[in-house]
């Protein structure tokens, strides 16, 4: 489990959202297999993302929160209902297109950290921008590198690199490109607790001081307390809500659904 480093990063409240959310999903239904086989993923899920953000997704094994984050950044398709990035609706887009905005206006970080290995960490941070053709910000990558505190290790391989480090170059190459929205997979499931920590707090100065927009999902009650807010989901629907989260107070939370899946 993640510890907060001795200097915790203060929480911020979320920047004003705009009128139309970051990102969103309507009446989201996501189901696998028919028949006997037939699972239900999603079950009429709605929730938005508003700009400047920190939102964590919790919830038991099977709940769906993974499949929610993969539909709403158009990672997966949807069996009804819509997904949205800003005023784009993803179940209108090919293939093409979807792979293109996925590229431009959206931010990836993985539990794996997902570098190639014979780039270097400068090299897997502006790869994104490379492919697209778009030059970075010589001046936002310098103050993000230094955000993340890679200065020095730029010129290194990921094989060269802690496990720590190479997440950290994954948290750089997600934001270097000023995506609209960045989703988070268990980000921190390989990372021990003060590497942990780290990514986080890198994260949560993204959005108070870019107003940058994160969703994450997460089995952790500390890596949840830096958002702004928590959803928990249980059997593919959204079943509470907590805002300006405590590690505790959602470690009491999700005690509270073992206890009802054990009754129930």
């Known amino acids: 489990m993640i510890h907060h480093p001795s200097a915790p990063v203060a929480a911020s409240g979320p920047a004003s959202p705009s009128s139309t959310p970051v990102a969103r999903a309507v009446g989201l239904s996501k189901v696998y297999g028919s028949g006997a086989t037939r699972v239900v993923a999603l079950d009429d899920v709605s929730i938005q993302f508003g700009r400047g953000e920190f939102t964590a997704i919790m919830g038991p094994s099977g709940s769906g929160k993974s499949t929610l984050m993969h ?93 720590g480090q190479q997440q950290r170059v994954a948290v750089a190459r997600a934001l270097a490109s000023q995506p609209e929205i960045v989703f988070g997979d268990e980000p921190t499931g390989n990372l021990d607790s003060r590497s942990g920590a780290e990514v986080l707090g890198h994260l949560r100065g993204s959005v108070r001081e870019w107003g940058q927009t994160v969703v994450m999902v997460t089995h952790d009650p500390v890596a949840a307390s830096y958002a702004d807010r928590v959803v928990f989901l249980a059997d593919g629907r959204i079943v ?25």
């Not at 103050?143 to 802690?162: A, D, F, K, T």
């Not at 107070?249 to 509270?256: E, P, Q, S, T």
């Open 71 to 163: 539909c709403t950044a158009g990672l997966d398709s949807i069996s009804s209902g819509s997904a949205w990035i800003g005023e784009t609706d993803l179940g209108t887009l090919k293939d093409k297109q979807l792979t293109r905005l996925r590229r431009d206006r959206i931010g990836f970080i993985f539990q794996a950290f997902n570098l190639l290995p014979t780039l270097t960490a400068l090299e897997n941070i502006t790869l994104p921008m490379d492919i697209a053709g778009r030059r970075p910000d010589p001046e936002r990558l310098g103050r993000l590198i230094e955000m993340v505190g890679l200065s020095g290790r730029l010129q290194h391989r990921p094989s060269e690199l802690s496990g």
């Open 240 to 264: 509470d809500e907590m805002l300006r989260p405590t590690a505790d107070g959602v470690l009491d939370r999700m005690k509270d659904f073992d206890a009802k899946g054990r009754t129930s």
